[in-house]
């Protein structure tokens, strides 16, 4: 799911982050911080990698911990603790034309990144690999700039 091989442009192959059917684009003028979350999460409910319960447990930890999920200038990480209806390590990306602000104000977001492990383990690489992303100001740039999944997708491509 989340390892998608493709060939680069060198011929060998490598990893992708994210591919296309994880990734969302919508204006999120009217969504409410829990509709980004919800929405986020939603290709993962669609491929069955997921349950609603752990959309749910997400949800609770945001509302209990408050706007921790705020992981950087525009970006949410929004996950929760593993759980037996999660079936493999998972990712997808909402990305909002809008801010949606994360519990309050002082957390505006517009790329919101859905992460679910089924293990305390299985999910580091998928972590290291967005962290490079994420590190690199010109992709988060590209990431809020893109206009259209295509776009989105080729951030992660590459």
């Not at 998608?4 to 059917?21: C, D, I, Q, Y």
Request: hydrophobic residues 45%.
């Amino acid at each position: 799911m989340i390892n998608t091989v493709r060939e680069n442009k060198k011929g060998m192959m490598h990893m992708s982050l994210l591919t296309k059917a994880q990734i969302q684009r919508v204006d999120g003028g009217n969504f409410t911080w829990q509709e980004a979350i919800a929405c986020s999460a939603a290709p993962l409910l669609e491929q069955g990698v997921i349950s609603q319960d752990y959309v749910d447990a997400v949800l609770d930890v945001c509302r209990e911990k408050g706007p921790y999920m705020n992981i950087g200038a525009q970006v949410v990480l929004a996950h929760a603790r593993p759980l037996p209806s999660t079936k493999e390590p998972c990712l997808a990306l909402l990305q909002t034309g809008k801010e949606i602000s994360l519990i309050n104000d002082e957390h505006p977001a517009r790329l919101w990144f859905f992460l679910a492990t089924p293990d305390d383990k299985s999910h580091l690489s998928v972590i290291q690999q967005l962290a490079g992303v994420l590190m690199d100001k010109e992709k988060v740039a590209r990431l809020l700039a893109a206009e259209d999944v295509d776009e989105l997708a080729e951030v992660f491509a590459g």
